[in-house]
């Protein structure tokens, strides 16, 4: 089995957060492979606006994923990849995908909408927790 590490980020922009949308029509939130000798955070920033073209700044560290899949080009190679996620704040709603890694559309969408679209049931759960995350954060401040 290969072990996978990759980072990415919630964005939020107000009351909306960044998906981006596959070539096969699933939407995903931006994340990839951490680099040698680059730290999780740093990857997850360099990550989101490599994908999405998003200028964005980290605000808290919040959750780890793991789960396992077969590799495409050889169904006999195992790979367990663990995504590490960041809240993150989008300075304005430019995006644009980065199509060479199939991504057709880069958009932010209401909260509810985002967690609708979302293709993977770990990134719906990431997404939640980020939302709940972030409305105790703002009901602390009012």
Known sequence: MIEEV???G???FG?????LRKFNGDFVLPKGRVEKDETLMHAAVREVNEESGAKVSVIKYLDRISYEFMRNSNKRLKIRKTVHWYI???RDMNCKPQKSEGFISAAYYPFQRAIALARYDDERR???SAIEDIEFF???LN
């Open 10 to 12: 919630i964005v939020f």
């Open 126 to 128: 990431v997404i939640t």
């Open 138 to 140: 703002q009901h602390q």
């Open 88 to 90: 993150m704040k989008a």
């Open 6 to 8: 990759s980072a990415g």
């Open 15 to 19: 009351n909306s957060i960044l998906l």
